[in-house]
C-alpha cells in the first residue's frame, strides 16, 4: 500500500528565507506525486506534479520539487518566502498507469511566515 | 480551467437532520468524483469514489448507509450525511477529474463544504 510522510507539521520561516518542506513516500512503484497548497477554509490548490520525465519540476509561485528515486522523496522548496506563502501543504501520490485518480494525502504541513 | 464548485459552502444544522452537500464540474464531464473529510488541522481522508451511473465505493471505516453518495450524471454529484450528529461535523472536499482523463491528469477540488452539526 502507498503511504505518504511530510516530516514536520509546522514549519516557521522568516520572510525572504528558503522554504523547505519534505515529503517521502512508500510505494512499490514511483507513484505520481503532487503537492497542494490549502488556504484556510478553501479547497486544495495544485502547486505542482511530477508524472514522468524531468524530476525538478517547477510549480506555481515560485515552489519547486525535485523528484528522488533513491530517497523516496518529494521535497518541495521556495528560494524565498513571502509572507502570502503562509498555509497548509500537502503532499500527495497516486499509483501510476493504472487510469485511477485515487489520491492518498499526507498530513499536512502547517507553514508559517515571520516578517 | 477545470472548476469544480461545491454547495453549500457552509451548513448548520440540528442533530438527527440529515444534510445534502452538492459537487459540481462546471466546465468538464467526470465519470468519477471523490469524497474527502477534513477534521481540524488535519489531512484529508478518502471517503469514498462517486461513480456516474452506478454504486460508490466506499473506504473502510466509512458508513455508506450514514454517507450516501449518488452520482446520478456526469456534472453532478451528492454527499447526503443522514441523522447527522455532532461527531459528523467536518470539512467535506469533493475532487474530479474529466472523463477519459489519464491518471497523470490532475484532481480538480471544490472548495469545500464545512458541516456544523448542533
Known amino acids: 500500500a502507498q503511504s505518504v510522510t511530510q516530516l514536520g507539521s509546522h514549519v516557521s520561516v522568516s520572510e525572504g528565507a528558503l522554504v523547505l518542506l519534505r515529503c517521502n513516500y512508500s510505494s512499490s512503484v514511483p507513484p505520481y506525486l503532487f503537492w497542494y497548497v490549502q488556504y484556510p477554509n478553501q479547497g486544495l490548490q495544485l502547486l505542482l506534479k511530477y508524472t514522468t520525465g524531468a524530476t525538478l519540476v517547477k510549480g506555481i509561485n515560485g515552489f519547486e520539487a525535485e523528484f528522488k528515486k533513491s530517497e523516496t522523496s518529494f521535497h518541495l522548496t521556495k528560494p524565498s518566502a513571502h509572507m502570502s506563502d503562509a498555509a497548509e501543504y500537502f503532499c500527495a501520490v497516486r499509483p501510476p498507469h493504472t487510469g485511477g485518480f485515487k489520491t492518498i494525502f499526507g498530513a499536512g504541513t502547517r507553514l508559517f511566515v515571520k516578517a | 480551467g477545470a472548476v469544480v464548485s461545491q454547495h453549500p459552502s457552509r451548513v448548520i444544522c440540528k442533530s438527527g437532520t440529515s444534510v445534502k452537500i452538492e459537487c459540481r464540474s462546471l466546465d468538464f464531464q467526470a465519470t468519477t468524483m471523490f469524497w474527502y473529510r477534513q477534521f481540524p488541522k488535519k489531512s484529508l481522508m478518502l471517503m469514498a469514489t462517486?461513480?456516474?451511473?452506478?454504486?460508490?465505493?466506499?473506504e473502510q471505516g466509512v458508513e455508506k448507509d450514514k454517507f450516501l453518495i449518488n452520482h446520478a450524471s456526469l456534472t453532478l454529484s451528492t454527499l447526503t450525511v443522514t441523522s447527522a450528529h455532532p461527531e459528523d461535523s467536518s470539512f467535506y472536499i469533493c475532487?474530479?477529474?474529466?472523463?477519459?482523463?489519464?491518471?497523470?491528469?490532475?484532481?480538480?477540488f471544490g472548495a469545500g463544504s464545512r458541516l456544523t452539526v448542533l
Open positions: 475532487s474530479a477529474s474529466p472523463t477519459g482523463a489519464s491518471g497523470a491528469n490532475v484532481l480538480t
Open positions: 462517486s461513480n456516474e451511473g452506478s454504486k460508490a465505493t466506499y
